[in-house]
């Protein structure tokens, strides 16, 4: 599958998006690293970026690789993740 004409994002390098069907709503967007690691036996690493809704042209956070989380900005997000950034109000005082 294809990444939505939405998405705005490139992979980094060394990176690749994979789309697959997760459920009868959303579509999974996971996120390949192609380097090789001691720790998997040389298995690739893969971390889910987040879900996509092709009805409602809506982007989720992920929850965990299973759960779908609660819509977000699609521009808000990075290249790594959909999750949101937790901010304290200190480093809001100062990152913005």
Not at 46 to 59: A, E, M, R, S
């Amino acid at each position: 599958m294809k990444l939505p004409k939405s998405f705005p994002h490139l992979p980094p390098d060394g990176y690749s998006y994979v789309v697959e069907k997760f459920d009868a709503k959303h579509l999974r967007i996971g996120l390949h690293h192609h380097r090789t690691y001691d720790y998997n036996n040389g298995q690739q690493v893969y971390t889910v970026w987040g879900f996509y809704n092709p009805k409602t042209d809506n982007y989720h956070s992920p929850v965990n690789a299973k759960k779908v989380g609660k819509v977000v900005d699609i521009s808000s997000t990075r290249n790594y993740t959909a999750m949101p950034i937790k901010k304290t109000p200190l480093e809001c005082a100062f990152n913005d």
